[in-house]
């Protein structure tokens, strides 16, 4: 299995900081890596899709870049609902795999 | 806009089934979607557990191994999960998600399941 390790595991900010969150993959995957936003009490959404391509409806402060095995999640000036926990997910091979989240914190 | 709704018990005896439905609105579940499901544990571990296609085919995740099952009801528009032999460590929030080109671009609201006596 392909294992997506996230870090740093909490990231304590305050609002308008810009931010980098991070999603190694144990073997090369292409572009093959998904970000979702999760919110307390609410389901997955879904962000980035195919390391860097944009979905409808999200805010353009999101944007995300890699391939191979090392991914970005950036996060342009963050604003109060930004703060959840952040997923990476690969669909490079079965069986599909999340890595172990990102919480995104208020300082 | 494809809706997801997930239902069943909240609660499951240890080494009884967990069966869970998803019904769908908003799209067909033979039209071209793959139908997964996903669970995340307290602690926020997501994990797969599998997919069936809009074709009807599987595929299940091996840590599951013989535990899992995933069918489905045309006519209703629902998918189902079934777990044997459950245990303590099947507690979690399950999710059913559907998937266009390996991207999981809409999600149930979520169905927490307890495994208790």
Not at chain 1, 40 to 65: D, H, M, T
Not at chain 2, 9 to 27: A, D, E, F, I, R
């Amino acid at each position: 299995d392909i294992v997506l390790t996230q870090s740093p595991a909490t990231l304590s900010v305050t609002p308008g900081e810009s931010v980098s969150l991070s999603c190694r993959a144990s073997q090369g995957i292409s572009t093959s890596i998904h970000w979702y936003q999760q919110k307390s009490n609410e389901s997955p959404r879904l962000l980035i899709k195919y390391a860097s391509q944009s979905i409808s409806g999200i805010p353009s402060r999101f944007s995300g870049s890699g391939s191979g095995t090392d991914f970005t999640l950036s996060i342009n000036r963050v604003e109060s609902e930004d703060f959840s926990v952040y997923y990476c997910q690969q669909s490079y091979s079965l069986p599909r795999t999340f890595g172990g989240g990102t919480k995104l914190e208020l300082k | 806009e494809i809706q997801l709704q997930e239902s069943g018990p909240g609660l499951v005896k240890p080494s009884q089934s967990l069966s869970l439905t998803c019904s769908v609105t908003g799209y067909t579940i033979t039209s071209g979607y793959d139908w997964s499901w996903i669970r995340k544990f307290p602690g926020n571990k997501m994990e797969w557990m599998g997919y069936i296609s809009y074709s009807g085919s599987t595929n299940y995740n091996p840590s599951l191994k013989s535990r899992i099952s995933i069918t489905r009801d045309t006519s209703k528009n629902q998918f189902f999960l079934q777990l044997n032999s459950v245990t303590t460590e099947d507690t979690a929030t399950y999710y059913c998600a559907g998937v266009t080109r390996y991207v999981m671009d809409a999600w149930g609201q979520g169905a927490s399941v307890t495994v208790s006596s």
